[in-house]
Protein backbone atom coordinates (compact mmCIF):
# COMPACT_ATOMS: atom_id res chain seq x y z
CA UNK A 1 0.00 0.00 0.00
CA UNK A 2 2.89 2.75 1.08
CA UNK A 3 4.48 1.97 -2.39
CA UNK A 4 1.23 3.01 -4.18
CA UNK A 5 1.02 5.74 -2.38
CA UNK A 6 4.35 7.28 -3.26
CA UNK A 7 4.50 6.45 -6.66
CA UNK A 8 0.75 8.27 -6.71
CA UNK A 9 2.38 11.75 -5.31
CA UNK A 10 5.37 11.09 -7.48
CA UNK A 11 3.01 10.76 -10.72
CA UNK A 12 1.54 14.10 -9.33
CA UNK A 13 4.53 15.65 -8.43
CA UNK A 14 6.11 15.10 -11.91
CA UNK A 15 2.54 17.00 -13.48
CA UNK A 16 3.24 19.70 -11.49
CA UNK A 17 6.73 20.43 -12.13
CA UNK A 18 6.22 20.43 -15.56
CA UNK A 19 4.26 23.59 -15.30
CA UNK A 20 5.72 24.74 -12.10
CA UNK A 21 9.20 26.79 -12.07
CA UNK A 22 11.18 29.19 -9.90
CA UNK A 23 13.50 31.86 -10.96
CA UNK A 24 15.46 34.79 -9.47
CA UNK A 25 12.42 37.31 -9.54
CA UNK A 26 10.31 34.54 -8.20
CA UNK A 27 11.44 31.24 -6.49
CA UNK A 28 9.57 28.12 -5.68
CA UNK A 29 8.49 27.33 -2.81
CA UNK A 30 8.42 23.52 -2.19
CA UNK A 31 7.09 21.76 0.84
CA UNK A 32 8.37 18.24 2.11
CA UNK A 33 5.63 16.60 4.75
CA UNK A 34 6.85 13.38 7.17
CA UNK A 35 5.03 11.73 9.62
CA UNK A 36 7.42 13.66 12.14
CA UNK A 37 7.72 16.59 10.89
CA UNK A 38 7.33 19.61 8.03
CA UNK A 39 10.13 21.23 5.71
CA UNK A 40 9.70 24.17 3.24
CA UNK A 41 12.59 25.65 1.19
CA UNK A 42 12.80 28.71 -1.17
CA UNK A 43 14.32 27.59 -4.47
CA UNK A 44 15.55 29.31 -7.36
CA UNK A 45 15.29 26.96 -9.80
CA UNK A 46 17.53 28.46 -12.79
CA UNK A 47 20.67 28.31 -10.68
CA UNK A 48 19.63 25.19 -8.28
CA UNK A 49 20.35 27.12 -5.49
CA UNK A 50 18.09 26.82 -2.18
CA UNK A 51 18.17 30.37 -0.96
CA UNK A 52 16.08 30.02 2.61
CA UNK A 53 14.91 27.06 4.37
CA UNK A 54 13.04 26.19 7.57
CA UNK A 55 11.70 22.90 9.58
CA UNK A 56 10.27 21.77 12.18
CA UNK A 57 13.46 19.71 13.53
CA UNK A 58 15.24 23.24 13.03
CA UNK A 59 17.31 24.68 16.18
CA UNK A 60 15.69 27.92 15.64
CA UNK A 61 11.92 26.85 15.42
CA UNK A 62 10.23 26.41 18.82
CA UNK A 63 6.73 25.74 18.53
CA UNK A 64 4.41 22.91 20.23
CA UNK A 65 0.89 22.13 19.70
CA UNK A 66 -0.69 20.06 17.24
CA UNK A 67 1.56 18.83 13.75
CA UNK A 68 -0.97 21.72 12.14
CA UNK A 69 -0.26 24.20 14.57
CA UNK A 70 3.46 23.41 13.90
CA UNK A 71 3.23 24.05 10.40
CA UNK A 72 1.88 27.20 10.10
CA UNK A 73 4.74 28.21 12.52
CA UNK A 74 6.98 27.12 10.05
CA UNK A 75 5.67 28.92 7.44
CA UNK A 76 5.86 32.21 9.20
CA UNK A 77 9.20 31.09 10.00
CA UNK A 78 10.40 30.75 5.99
CA UNK A 79 8.45 33.85 5.52
CA UNK A 80 10.47 35.89 7.56
CA UNK A 81 13.99 34.39 6.77
CA UNK A 82 12.59 35.11 3.05
CA UNK A 83 11.69 38.89 4.04
CA UNK A 84 15.09 39.28 5.16
CA UNK A 85 16.49 37.68 2.28
CA UNK A 86 14.73 40.28 -0.45
CA UNK A 87 12.04 37.55 -1.33
CA UNK A 88 8.57 39.07 -1.37
CA UNK A 89 6.82 36.48 -3.93
CA UNK A 90 6.77 32.71 -4.52
CA UNK A 91 5.67 30.02 -6.70
CA UNK A 92 3.87 27.29 -3.92
CA UNK A 93 4.65 24.13 -4.78
CA UNK A 94 3.00 21.35 -2.93
CA UNK A 95 4.76 18.33 -4.11
CA UNK A 96 2.41 16.12 -5.01
CA UNK A 97 0.52 16.50 -1.66
CA UNK A 98 -3.39 17.54 -1.71
CA UNK A 99 -3.46 20.96 -0.33
CA UNK A 100 -5.32 20.74 2.77
CA UNK A 101 -4.12 20.00 6.76
CA UNK A 102 -0.86 21.09 7.30
CA UNK A 103 0.08 21.79 3.54
CA UNK A 104 -2.44 24.43 3.67
CA UNK A 105 -1.47 25.48 7.13
CA UNK A 106 1.99 25.74 6.14
CA UNK A 107 0.77 27.89 3.48
CA UNK A 108 -1.39 30.18 5.76
CA UNK A 109 1.32 30.96 7.58
CA UNK A 110 3.59 32.05 5.17
CA UNK A 111 0.73 34.26 3.61
CA UNK A 112 0.04 35.73 7.02
CA UNK A 113 4.09 36.17 7.59
CA UNK A 114 3.65 38.11 4.23
CA UNK A 115 4.93 35.95 1.06
CA UNK A 116 2.69 36.25 -1.85
CA UNK A 117 1.62 33.44 -3.75
Known amino acids: MAGSKLSRRERIKKG ?7 S ?3 PRLSVFRSNKGIYAQVIDDVTGKTIVSASSSSKDFSASGTKSEQSKAVGKLL ?3 AKAAGINQVVFDRNGYL ?6 SLADGAREGGLDF
Open 79 to 81: AEK
Open 24 to 26: AER
Open 16 to 22: IRKHLSG
Open 99 to 104: YHGRIK
